[in-house]
């Protein structure tokens, strides 16, 4: 139904910056809100910046001040950009795209993606 593909990741220096992206691909007729969520092995999934179609945008705490969404709602993509990494940013990123609406179902769904690794490293 939906496709979330996600590009970008990568090993960077502390310090450094990178850029995730993430597009969906279906028969889609809206998304509700997208973003991106990090996991770090044995811990939880947790919320790194989303985004609403109205362009509301949330971020945790962590990211503040170092991490920028940004949407393009016709093309169905969302790019986040990684400043001033640390190496407690390393994780794998997720891209979420929240309340999606479908050619194939009547309700609205959440989708995940496959995932890309971010590793801050000297």
């Known amino acids: 139904q939906v496709q979330l593909v996600e590009s970008g990741g990568g090993l960077v220096q502390p310090g450094g910056s990178l850029r995730v992206s993430c597009a969906a691909s279906?028969?889609?007729?809206?998304?509700?809100?997208m973003g991106w969520y990090r996991q770090v092995p044995g811990q939880q999934r947790e919320l790194v910046a989303v985004?609403?179609?109205?362009?509301?945008?949330n971020y945790a705490d962590s990211a503040k001040g170092r991490f920028t969404i940004s949407r393009d709602n016709s093309k169905k993509i969302v790019d986040l950009q990684l400043t001033m990494l640390i190496p407690e940013d390393t994780a794998v990123y997720y891209c979420?795209?929240?309340?999606?609406?479908?050619?194939?179902?009547?309700?609205?769904?959440?989708?995940w993606g496959q995932g890309t690794q971010v590793t801050v490293s000297s």
């Open positions: 979420y795209a929240g309340g999606t609406k479908t050619f194939w179902a009547s309700e609205k769904k959440d989708f």
């Open positions: 279906g028969i889609i007729f809206s998304i509700d809100t």
């Open positions: 985004v609403t179609s109205g362009g509301s945008m």
